[in-house]
């Protein structure tokens, strides 16, 4: 019988992991998220690029080649 709770909680896990991770790593956990949804379809092709450790980078290289062009 499948619980319909687990999976569920296995969402909320996911996020507490995603929040706590970027509140160790020294970032804001509300712009980390908000990043994530609005770079969606990055993401989803280069997930190693935004880790909560490495998406203000990312960002910056982004904003970087929208200035240049």
Partial sequence: MKSWRREPL???DV???LICTTEISGG???DYLTARL?????VA???AAW???TYRATLAA???KAAEG
Wanted: glycine share 8%; hydrophobic share 45%; net charge neutral.
């Fill in 62 to 64: 982004a904003a970087g």
């Fill in 45 to 47: 092709s280069e997930p």
């Fill in 28 to 30: 804001n956990q509300f």
């Fill in 15 to 17: 996020f507490m992991s």
């Fill in 38 to 42: 609005r770079h969606a379809s990055a």
């Fill in 10 to 12: 296995s969402v909320g």
């Fill in 51 to 53: 880790l909560p450790w």
